[in-house]
């Protein structure tokens, strides 16, 4: 991991060093309130918390806070492991946006992150290479956003409150502007009415953000309405009977770059009291109308911002894996596994992440089944591009290594060979940056990585944030909802790529696509026809991978069979250019081949210079280059490399596939 000790800051180019470096004016900033009617000035209210007008220049102290603060934030983004396709998509998406939204940042950050020396770069396994080329966004698009839920930040003390606030304002350095609902558990207050309880959190939060750059947070407390009736929406999903009144009361602020606060309370359309509302309900009325689907009697809204991401600070942290040891789920893919994870976070005995935060008030499964759902229902509406984070405040902050926050347990019981300095990522920025999670999704818990020196270290901490896209359908042939994959009894029926459930000229496409080279179609499916085992297609063939039973040594099928030598061989694995990198789809394959199809291992090759080979060792449990070939092979078995008939068996199969390329390039 780089430090300013060891190397960091200079990796750092001479334009973002000056930026930082620098004493910096913050302009004088004030923002006026657009004139509105009678009417909509008693629905919305507005607090400006950029620098006071008499204050031209920070104080020296606050200037000095403000160069640490940069340098932190540099280093931040250094570290964040971004490939170049990462910097070209992160460019493609908010450079113009984070120009406008930190002028003083945009020409440092850009010089940063488009820089080949990215930490990680040259090691990250591409599956295509070729020349960054970035292209802007349209000046006049629309904002990007975040709708934040920030839950029960009134037990959060103020080092906590502070670190979350600067993590968002980080992100609207970066281009991503944020639209922060409050959830606070005003019925348990026993001595401040709930309104004091609201106002007093929004007053912290704000505080907290303006430590951080201008322009500010800026309050919007009248925008939500509450009708008697369930509003009318362009979405059956998640209706509710609240809706943005007064939009302009968040799109003008945003425009300006401000970070918005709203309370989980609305004004009541018929008697213009303000009244109590559910922060989920708050949250999914926004989603909507930035995205258009607010129905209004006159008209149909049109888009007024685009929401990137959803992200849910729980002190519960996010959803919890099944083996309560390996702390949250990183990844989910939620048009596949909803249902499934909605039914183990209700099943009995089922164990719960703890919070490290004291006075936590509420049922953690309850908490997770709700944010579960709040994701499913907004990603449902949002572009398929659009994620969900759900972490802690602790992850959200980057205090993780702060012994105050620290599970007891795991400071009673460390883990042999751990990294006790590690410096943690951001979560949150750092998925702003490449789209993905800190771990990858199909990556082994034991494998997390030390970036110290890289070596292989598991960590006593294990992840609490949980990525959550809207993700993709996975079809497997033959089915495992009720079984794994078993070799078949010769003589019977079995699956072919020719059977009409398979989208044959697709399948091609996808290899094509993917190994950039042409496949012998014709050859191939004559290699396979009485070996297959299966198939896993991602989505509409943006992803999968064909698997096969292989027989070592030229055996025949029944000796093979009846001795249990019949080795699960990946034949092929291949994503679209297009969605490399991208939603995870590499993960969700794999993931669906190691967990659904062959739970008990299965085996692959690999040229030895192939740049995925690295992608492929981290989700192994052994690896061996062949002698006098140009492979490498790979395995999930347990126990293989100890058992040397199987070894051999592997060997002898990895060595005897013949490739089905029609060109005369070297196999892959």
């Known amino acids: 991991m780089l430090t300013r000790s060891n190397g960091a800051w200079k990796k750092a180019t001479s334009a973002a060093q000056a930026s930082i470096c620098r004493d910096q004016q913050w302009p004088n900033h004030t923002t006026k309130t657009p004139v509105t009617s009678v009417s909509q000035r008693r629905h919305f209210s507005s607090a400006e918390n950029g620098t006071k007008a008499s204050r031209n220049h920070p104080s020296s102290a606050e200037a000095k806070q403000k160069r640490e603060s940069d340098r932190e934030f540099l280093i931040s983004v250094l570290e964040s492991s971004a490939t170049k396709r990462d910097a070209k998509a992160y460019l493609q998406t908010y450079g113009s946006s984070q120009a406008k939204a930190s002028p003083k940042n945009s020409p440092a950050f850009t010089t940063v992150v488009s820089n080949k020396s990215i930490p990680g770069a040259k090691d990250a396994p591409l599956f295509v290479q070729g020349p960054v080329q970035v292209v802007s966004r349209e000046a006049d698009e629309v904002p990007r956003v975040a709708i934040v839920k920030l839950r029960e930040p009134q037990t959060w003390d103020d080092n906590l409150l502070d670190g979350v606030a600067k993590t968002l304002a980080r992100l609207r350095d970066l281009g991503l502007r944020s639209v922060i609902v409050l959830e606070c558990d005003i019925e ?287 079809t497997i042939f033959p089915d495992t909802r009720h079984n794994s994959w078993q070799p078949p009894k010769p003589g019977t029926p079995r699956l072919k790529l020719t059977d009409t459930c398979v989208d044959l000229p697709r399948l091609i496409h996808l290899i094509n696509d993917s190994f950039g080279r042409e496949l012998d179609a014709e050859h191939y499916l004559n290699r396979v026809r009485d070996s297959l085992a299966g198939i896993i297609i991602a989505g509409e063939y943006e992803g999968g991978a064909i698997l096969t039973w292989e027989r070592p040594f030229d055996l025949d099928e029944e000796t093979a069979y009846n001795s249990g030598r019949l080795v699960p061989y990946l034949d092929k694995f291949a994503v679209l250019k297009k969605s490399q990198g991208a939603g995870g789809v590499a993960d969700i394959v794999f993931n669906a081949m190691v967990r659904d199809c062959f739970p008990n291992g299965v085996c692959w090759r690999s040229r030895k210079d192939n740049p995925v080979n690295k992608w492929y060792f981290e989700r192994s449990r052994g690896v061996r280059k062949l002698p006098g070939s140009n492979w490498a092979m790979f395995w999930t078995t347990p126990e293989a490399a100890v058992r040397e008939g199987v070894m051999k068996d592997y060997e002898d199969v990895c060595r005897g596939v013949v490739p089905s390329w029609a060109d005369s390039k070297a196999a892959d």
């Open 188 to 474: 348990k207050s026993a001595v401040l009415d709930w309104k004091d309880v609201v106002s007093q959190q929004t007053d912290r939060l704000q505080k907290a953000i303006r430590k951080y750059g201008t322009p500010g947070a800026e309050l919007v407390d009248g925008g939500i309405w509450k009708r008697s009736t369930t509003s009318q929406s362009a979405s059956t999903v998640g209706r509710t009977n609240l809706s943005v009144g007064f939009g302009e009361a968040f799109t003008a602020p945003l425009r300006h770059g401000h970070i918005l606060v709203v309370p989980s309370r609305a004004v009541v359309e018929e008697t213009l009291e303000h009244t109590a509302a559910d922060a989920n309900d708050v949250i999914f009325a926004l989603a909507k109308y930035f995205a258009g689907l607010q129905v209004s009697a006159d008209q149909i809204q049109t888009r007024t911002a685009v929401v990137d991401r959803v992200i849910i600070i729980d002190p519960f942290g996010g959803i919890p894996a099944s083996n309560s040891s390996n702390g949250a789920r990183v990844f989910i893919n939620l048009e596949e596994q909803f249902n499934n994870i909605k039914t183990a976070l209700g099943a009995t005995g089922q164990q719960e992440i703890s919070s490290p935060i004291a006075g936590i008030s509420g049922n953690p499964k309850a908490s997770h089944v709700e944010n579960l759902e709040l994701v499913r229902n907004i990603l449902a509406i949002l572009p398929a591009t659009a994620s969900a984070v759900i972490t802690s405040p602790v992850e959200a902050a980057n205090l993780q290594a702060n012994p105050a926050y620290q599970n007891t347990k795991d400071a009673e019981e460390p883990v042999a060979g751990e990294v006790k300095t590690r410096r943690w990522q951001n979560p949150i920025i750092h998925n702003l940056l490449t789209d993905r999670p800190i771990y990858s999704a199909s990556l082994p818990i034991g494998r997390i990585k030390s970036t110290t020196n890289g070596t292989y270290q598991r960590s006593s901490r294990m992840p609490t944030t949980t990525l959550a896209k809207k993700g993709l359908p996975v």
